[in-house]
């Protein structure tokens, strides 16, 4: 042990293995940090605890670039949540149910899939909600031909786009794509970040009194339309921002 | 190994926080065709989401979720703690994305939310001082992630990682987590934990004797997989 050459008092004791990690870090004060150095040099076990903890923080460097899959159950509730957000942000009536369900103390995150779907199914009640109050404004008023919408912007109410949807579908058995050439773009980027992004109709509409777009897109099966009602799209370089969606089901397909 | 001697702070890692988190396979297995949304950076997402979009933001928290899951576990320690956390953060996120400086990136942004309600938790978790966390062990394998998305040894790894982080003081595991990890310089620890550089320092330090013995199979496991790298059998070396 003394072949170095060094006083045997620099090898009496090791290092703990804190003092080691000091050292690292420059935390030792100076006539310390020399004597801890030196016998670091001149100690293979000191020194090997010295580079095993410069080699923890290499590895845990690396580990910790590596991403750790979120549990489906708590990416399923966080998306819950954040659609949750989104009714709420959009609606223009509090939805009270929201908040306390994100603030219920959660005992155990296997519930968590009972309770997202509770979300779920509140926030579209909200979009019921909001849309049900506006819906008294402006009562009938339909396009003169049932069976075809109008090239310019067809005065609706959301009480009457179901049913009038699934009559225009019906009698044109293609896409119907209306509206001006960017209205029908912002209607193309709002369907492609949804499940099923084939596009049936784009249709300008006076919907409750403001401009919106309706926008069908196939369903799940050929039958099924679903069918939005957005605000933005009328507006050039506009995004797409729905407000009331519904799934009408065609009968002669 | 030397040179670390006299290494004073660790300069930030350029490749910090990470970016490039794709899309979860699911999301594009049952559309089909291209979603546009893919195809939109993060600041775009952001931007639409400010305009009123109401998807945008629900895309970027999927392409973030997993790196932002790793930052709240690892420094939270229990699946439960760091699911509400994440919770909090997303919805603050949410709430105040207008206050977005467009210059940094939507990460850094996300992240820093996600750590100070990790660090928030940690708060208050101390101030209810004897409130000790429950060992949930059920918890454990799936913590390590689906066993078909990674290798047996990365997923034990990462639970090795996880569980010796969870027996060390939760201050110096944050401030761990922070450095070590996440890659921050010790300046950037030491403003996000409100406390002085040294005392980062100290925390990091200790955490790390701590954590030495709790993870030296692995670290040697480790070194036999990578011989040029061999530091536990290193003996003597300059
Ligand atoms: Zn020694």
């Known amino acids: 042990m003394t072949e170095s050459g060094l006083p045997t008092s620099e090898h009496l004791e090791h290092l703990d293995t804190d003092t080691i990690a000091d050292l690292i870090e420059n935390l030792l004060p100076a006539p310390e940090a020399h004597r801890a150095r030196e016998h670091v040099k001149a100690c293979p076990e000191c020194q090997q605890t010295y580079d095993a903890l410069v080699k923890l923080s290499e590895d845990l460097a690396e580990e910790g670039r590596a991403d750790i899959p979120m549990p489906t159950d708590v990416a399923e509730h966080l998306d819950a949540v954040i659609v949750s957000e989104s009714v709420l942000r959009a609606s223009t009536v509090g939805?009270?149910?929201?908040?306390?369900?994100?603030?219920?103390?959660?005992?155990?995150?296997?519930?968590?899939?009972?309770?997202?779907?509770?979300?779920?199914?509140?926030?579209?009640?909200?979009?019921?909600?909001?849309?049900?109050?506006?819906?008294?404004?402006?009562?009938?008023?339909?396009?003169?031909?049932?069976?075809?919408?109008?090239?310019d912007a067809v005065t609706i109410t959301t009480n009457d786009l179901g049913p009038q949807i699934q009559q225009w579908l019906e009698h044109n058995p293609g896409a119907i794509m209306h509206g001006s050439a960017a209205e029908q773009a912002c209607a193309r980027t709002f369907a492609s970040g949804r499940p099923n992004p084939n596009v049936r109709l784009v249709q300008p509409a006076k919907i409750d009194g403001k401009r919106a777009t309706i926008i069908g897109l196939q369903g799940g099966s050929p039958r099924d339309i679903q069918v939005f009602a957005v605000t933005g799209c009328s507006e050039p370089g506009g995004v797409a921002s729905p407000f009331y969606d519904t799934t009408v089901t065609l009968r002669n397909r | 190994m030397t040179a670390h001697l006299d290494s004073g702070d660790q300069p930030p890692r350029p490749d910090v926080p990470r970016i490039d988190a794709g899309e979860p396979v699911t999301q594009a297995a049952h559309t089909g065709a291209p979603t546009s949304y893919d195809q939109l950076d993060d600041h775009e997402l952001l931007r639409m989401h400010v305009a009123g979009n109401p998807d945008s933001f629900g895309f970027l928290v999927k392409r973030h979720r997993d790196r932002m899951w790793a930052v709240a576990i690892r420094t939270l320690g229990e699946p439960e703690e760091a699911a509400d956390a994440l919770q909090e953060a997303f919805i603050s996120a949410f709430r105040r994305a207008d206050s977005f400086r467009g210059d940094a990136k939507v990460t850094t942004w996300l992240h820093r939310i996600v750590v100070n309600a990790c660090l928030d938790r940690i708060r208050r978790r101390q101030v209810r001082a004897a409130d000790p966390l429950p060992e949930d062990e059920d918890r454990a394998a799936e913590l390590a992630g689906p066993s078909e998305e990674d290798p047996a040894e990365v997923r034990e790894r990462r639970l090795d990682v996880l569980n010796a982080l969870k027996q060390i003081n939760e201050d110096q595991r944050a401030a761990l987590v922070l450095v070590d990890m996440e890659g921050y310089s010790i300046e950037e620890a030491a403003a996000i934990l409100d406390c002085a550089p040294g005392t980062v320092k100290s925390r990091c330090a200790r955490g790390r004797a701590k954590l030495l013995p709790l993870l030296r199979h692995w670290q040697t496991t480790r070194a036999s997989d990578v011989p040029e790298e061999s530091a536990a059998e290193a003996v003597g070396t300059e």
């Open chain 1, 95 to 151: 939805v009270h149910s929201l908040a306390q369900i994100r603030e219920e103390p959660r005992r155990h995150l296997p519930k968590l899939l009972g309770a997202a779907a509770g979300v779920v199914l509140i926030a579209a009640i909200g979009v019921g909600v909001v849309f049900a109050t506006k819906d008294n404004a402006n009562e009938g008023a339909a396009s003169t031909d049932q069976n075809s919408p109008p090239a």
